[in-house]
């Protein structure tokens, strides 16, 4: 990657102001690209959207996940005009990297269908299998054809637009990654920026939210479940590799 010290990334997250999630996520997105965190700027969607002139004048646009905010739910402040300029920056081929909350919001914002289904959430250290796309494409095809990948989620993708390639599902996931055929912009449902110890500390700080979901018995085995995913971990600089070799 050529210079990457002066590589401009603009983060977008929906976290409330006194989430500590918030400045840790901007520390994991920059600890898995090997950026520093002054490389990062981030824009707070609860202000509303960004506008396609901010996400230009950065290299890259990166979308997070989120604390207490869901697609689904519509209850972004004015969710619409998000969905609508990162259609128009997918439209561009903007280098664009989205996780989680982020792939829903670009499946959203390119004709897909986003619900919550909280039977099928996936919380922990999660199994993810490649499709045949999946294995022949340049960021994803990296990865063997399963691998371990961190997950958080109750909302999930029911269909993509074809105007998606279908690269990855899980078991109860049919969507875990997607790309903008022939554009550097991938999302992935499942988070390449966290280890399995910092999924652990996010799933704690989110117990609340997800544990109404569980019994004692869910909780306790979901704890345990949280493992290394080191295959994962190199997605986002070999992203960075691709696009800006």
């Known amino acids: 990657m050529d210079q990457p010290g002066t590589l401009r ?28 965190a002054e490389q990062f700027r981030t824009h707070d969607l609860l202000s509303g959207p960004p506008r396609i002139r901010d996400i230009l004048a950065h290299d890259a646009l990166m979308i997070g996940g989120s604390g207490d ?32 909350f982020g792939f829903q919001l670009l499946v959203g914002a390119l004709g897909g269908e986003i619900i919550q289904d909280a039977a099928a959430m996936e919380i922990g250290t999660v199994e993810i299998q490649l499709t045949e ?17 961190q997950a958080g989620r109750k909302d999930r993708a029911t269909h993509i637009s074809p105007r998606l390639t279908h690269l990855a599902s899980s078991e109860l996931c ?13 999302a992935t449902q499942f988070h390449p920026e966290l280890t399995g110890e910092e999924n652990k500390a996010r ?15 869910e909780l306790k085995a979901t704890l345990a479940s949280f493992r290394a995913s080191p295959e994962t971990e190199g997605l986002l600089p070999r992203f960075l590799d691709l696009v800006f070799e």
Do not use: I, K
């Open 133 to 149: 796309e999946g294995a022949a494409d340049p960021l994803l095809g990296s990865l063997p054809p399963a691998f371990a990948a």
């Open 69 to 100: 905010y869901y697609v689904s739910r519509n209850d972004l402040p004015d969710q619409h005009g998000t969905l609508e300029v990162l259609g128009e920056s997918a439209e561009r081929g903007h280098p664009t990297f989205a996780s989680c």
């Open 203 to 217: 799933f704690v700080r989110y117990l609340q939210g997800y544990g109404a979901y569980m019994s004692p018995e």
């Open 9 to 36: 990334v603009l983060l977008l997250q929906a976290r409330d102001a006194d989430d500590p999630m918030g400045p840790e996520e901007v520390g994991s997105f920059a600890a898995r690209t090997g950026l520093a």
């Open 174 to 186: 049919p969507f875990h990654a997607v790309r903008v055929p022939g554009q550097p912009v991938w």
